[in-house]
């Protein structure tokens, strides 16, 4: 079961050059390219808890390699492998730590914005259109509810704050920050790709409402898909058969936690409060539930 894994909270790969820590994965600079490690770190409300979420590294690294090789028709992404032994000497020493978790990765020039489509008004998208009848600047029809399907896919851009949360933006502060002649193809590709793998996701009794990708250019100066790509983390999963406009359905990542923190009084500040192990193995489940429903 996904609750008797090793929990990896941190790695310290001797022989290796590390490059730094985000809130989830360790990256090692490996030359040409990058070794990103998926850890079991868990963060909510921008704050990293001293639990882990066993499995949580696996299955964010199995499911982006899924899409990455399931949506390379569509666009170029930056995956290598993620089969420790082909890394190299110097990584294959530590696959014990790193087996089914890291990728090896091509190094790429960042878009600094998160490119963000939606296909379903919740979240920061909800009270967004409940304040102004837009999301990012793009209008909607009046008398949507909660969860609501939208009409079509909207790009809903954002920064990417080192620290705290990302901030919406619209497509004109996007393309001030690209550059013009990036942005459309940001956003066209986004839309496509989200398309490509809610119809993927619908088959299988997947609803995929929202998402949030990467991208940077190549050594080649091509645009590229690159970070993790549609897994729980990044994008927001509803079973189909629990779905329905006007509340918000469960969704297939940390929202037991989330809710848990919510009636727990936390004011949501560090020190992070204990998490309980149930909270911990319902979640650890619901992250495996949606790479079995979404591969299998």
């Known amino acids: 079961m ?18 730094g820590r985000g809130k989830v994965r360790d990256l090692y600079d490996l030359g040409e390219h990058l070794l990103v490690v998926a850890t079991d770190r868990l ?18 690294t ?25 890394m190299g000497p110097a990584v294959k020493r530590h696959a014990g730590d790193l087996r089914d978790r890291t990728m090896l990765v091509r190094k790429c020039t960042v878009f600094p914005v998160e490119c963000v489509v939606r296909g379903y008004l919740i979240g920061s998208g909800w009270k967004d259109y409940q304040a102004t009848g837009a999301v990012c600047g793009v ?11 939208l ?23 996007m393309s001030s920050i690209t550059g013009a002649e990036a942005a459309a193809p940001l956003r066209d590709l986004s839309v496509q790709v989200f398309e490509t793998a809610s119809a993927y996701a619908r088959d299988r009794g997947i609803i995929l409402a929202d998402t949030k990708f990467e991208f940077g250019r190549d050594a080649a100066g091509n645009i590229t898909l690159i970070d993790e790509v549609l897994t729980p983390d990044s ?13 918000s359905p469960p969704s297939f990542d940390k929202q037991i936690v989330r809710d848990w923190l919510e009636r727990s009084g936390w004011n949501k500040e560090p020190p992070p409060p204990t998490l309980p192990r149930d909270v911990v193995e319902r979640t650890a489940a619901r992250y495996q539930e949606i790479l079995d429903r979404l591969t299998r």
Do not use: C
Request: hydrophobic share 40%; proline share 7%; no cysteine.
């Open 43 to 60: 963060s909510a409300f921008d704050v990293v808890f001293r639990e882990g979420i066993p499995g949580k590294g696996r299955v964010l």
């Open 139 to 149: 209008a909607l029809p009046k008398g949507l509810r909660m969860a609501d399907r």
């Open 2 to 19: 996904v609750t008797k894994e090793t929990v990896i909270l941190e790695t310290s790969l001797e022989g290796l050059k590390f490059l």
């Open 235 to 247: 994008s927001r999963y509803w079973p189909a058969e629990e779905w329905g406009p006007g509340s």
């Open 151 to 173: 009409p079509f896919p909207i790009f809903t851009p954002a920064t990417k704050a080192q620290t705290g949360h990302d901030e919406n933006i619209d497509f004109a502060q």
């Open 62 to 86: 199995q499911l982006s390699k899924f899409w990455f090789e399931r949506l390379q028709s569509v666009v170029p992404n930056h995956l290598v492998t993620t089969d420790v032994d082909a």
